[in-house]
């Protein structure tokens, strides 16, 4: 029987690592963002991290740069459409974009205020559109591929109670990262998304004191408890490296089994 011409060569596994990389995190003052510009620093990624509260991403630069890794911080509002494309075409372009800028409201649904849902759609959709774009063109014009990882939520897949409109936000960034992914894979561009479960930062923070809600989310995941942010660091790092060369338009959970629930 002839052997396949697949079969003759030895494979390599592809890299991890980020060397070389120029890397946009939005959000990375604290939580989720923060640990992941410190993943993709870690990676050997060349990180800017940006946010709208400097002295946070001063410190943990200074952190990083202690350790020979190569980190800048720039204040940016990314509500802000015209801040954002001037960062980026000052910056840019870049090889990687983690939007992770968002936020959530806990509001039931009969009592969603008209502030709260526009905020969550001016953070949560629309920025998350201009910070995307904004990065993809740049990323087009230089004649480069690239890799844009949406921070999505578990909640982008099902649905929460007293987040109805923060899970409406969740379920329009999935279906953006997957239009996306069609429209820049032809490009060289992938996109995905990370939708972690209950992870402990300072967004989560105020719910997760509430030891009721704690006993019902933990209850919920099979593995038993809720997530740290080392858990979805390793994950981002995956997505933005080559070693996840042909992953595109994917919604990666991180959910500790949830969502098979």
Do not use: W
């Not at 032809?186 to 105020?206: D, H, M, Q, S, Y």
């Amino acid at each position: 029987m002839a052997v396949a011409a697949s079969e003759t060569r030895f494979p390599t596994t592809p890299s991890f690592r980020l060397d070389g990389q120029r890397a946009l995190v939005t959000g990375a003052s604290k939580g989720l963002g923060r640990a992941i510009a410190i993943a993709f620093a870690e990676a050997g990624a060349d990180v800017l991290l940006t946010a709208r509260s400097l002295p946070e991403m001063e410190a943990t630069v200074a952190r990083l740069a202690a350790k020979g890794l190569a980190a800048r911080a720039r204040t940016l509002d990314v509500t802000d459409r015209e801040a954002v494309r001037a960062l980026v075409a000052a910056e840019g372009p870049f090889d990687i974009l983690l939007n992770n800028a968002g936020t959530n409201i806990r509001e039931p649904f009969l009592e969603a205020a008209d502030p709260s849902i526009d905020a969550l759609i001016d953070l949560n959709i629309r920025a998350a559109i201009t910070v995307a774009q904004a990065v993809a063109q740049a990323m087009v014009a230089a004649g480069k591929g690239g890799a844009i990882v949406n921070l999505s939520s578990v909640n982008g897949h099902v649905a929460g109670v007293n987040r109805s409109i923060y899970t409406a936000t969740k379920h329009a960034l999935e279906g953006l990262t997957k239009a996306m992914a069609v429209e820049l894979g032809p490009k060289g561009i992938r996109v995905n998304a990370l939708c972690p479960t209950f992870i402990e930062t300072p967004l989560t923070a105020g719910v997760l004191r509430d030891a009721a809600f704690m006993e019902r989310t933990v209850r919920a995941i099979p593995l038993g408890r809720i997530g740290e942010v080392e858990d979805v660091m390793g994950a981002a790092v995956f997505l933005a490296s080559p070693a996840a060369a042909l992953i595109n338009g994917a919604s990666l959970l991180i959910d500790g089994g949830m969502c098979c629930v």
